[in-house]
């Protein structure tokens, strides 16, 4: 038996867990202040008495900064690292919130969803490439530990509309930036662990990323343009969930704002639940099945929530949220893995498309709401799921023998010949 020599890595072999629940906080923080957003469309609703097509077109603002400007991050990162990005794209979300508690107007809400958008842009790409670096060849855990906290941070934003926002008013948002501070901080630490140590890894993942043959163009091609696809099925059907799923409940089953948030905060939950599952079963069983299992394994209930009644909607949307939320890191790091030395680019590209769904699938939803009912739309994005049947189309992606973990890239192979 004989070997490929190949050179030892320098980069650090071992999770660096400080770092991935660093940024894991930091995704929570994140992802609560604009969960805000979300959280009290029902309270803007009323306020600025908007239509369903006005509610969809302010997550529309926010969804399309972040999406359109998320893989030009995430490139430009890839040639020119940014070690200290992360901090300075906070302060985007900082000024978007501050913004959104004082807002009197409709432009000026639009602004400050597209503030808390461009925020996005720059820490999603940026915090997925360091829990990359940070993984010590256990990807799809770290990218489910970053994941969970932006999950749990979703989770969160609901409530805090429920008891502070609808009991102190619009202002109260004002004191959440003080979560963007706390986060700024954190952040800037994160930034040296990446000048200091990061940035040794992707030097070594570039080289090592040359060291190994793609697989062919129009392999690559194609599994890219499928995963779109199932990223497109996950975030239209999750939009019609974070956008609308308060107004279904308290349209179709008369209950209060305060009970249909808790019911989004249960629903929220059961996806943070989900998202730490799938990347510890990737990482065991293979990416691609979880892929397969998350987006077509979930048709059964989103078939069943809109003939269901209030305690059935509630046990069904917890099966939704545990299934439909383990893709999403298993996606991200396949794509990764088909494109080595593209950690920042695929990222940005994943996030910013799903970003760009969610955000045109609001709008479109909302227009359909308002066309025809509330319910219908949950009549018609239950098909969606059905799309993961093209999961079959993605290959197999094995290595031919011992990995040797690269925290930054593609595992490094040891090819063994008998």
Known sequence: MSTLPIEKPRAVQTTAFA??????????LNDMMQSLLPA???QLKSDFHLNFTQVGLVTLAFQVTASLLQPVVGLYADRRPMPYSLPVGMVFTLAGLVLLAFVRNYPSLLLAASLIGMGSSVFHPESSRVARMAAGGRHGLAQSLFQVGGNIGSAL???SAAFIVLSFGQRSIAW?????????????????WYARHGLAQLKHAARNAQAHPPLPRAV?????????????????????LQSYYTFYLIHHFHVSVRAAQVQLFVFLAAVAVGTVAGGAIGDRFGRKQVIWFSILGVLPFTLALPYVDLFWTGVVSVFIGLILASAFSAIVVYGQELVPGRVGMIAGMFFGFAFGVAGIGAAALGKLADATSIEFVYKVTAFLPAIGVLAGLLPNLKTHAHPIPDSAGSPMLLEEEG
Do not use: W
């Open 176 to 192: 959440f930036s003080l979560m963007a501070l706390v986060a700024i901080g954190v952040l800037y630490t994160v930034g040296r």
């Open 40 to 42: 009290i469309y029902p």
């Open 19 to 28: 770092v991935l629940f660093s940024i894991s906080f930091c995704h929570l």
């Open 220 to 240: 690559v091609s194609r599994s890219i343009a499928v995963l779109l696809l199932l990223i497109f099925s996950k975030y239209v059907y999750m939009a019609s």
């Open 157 to 159: 934003g609901p409530i």
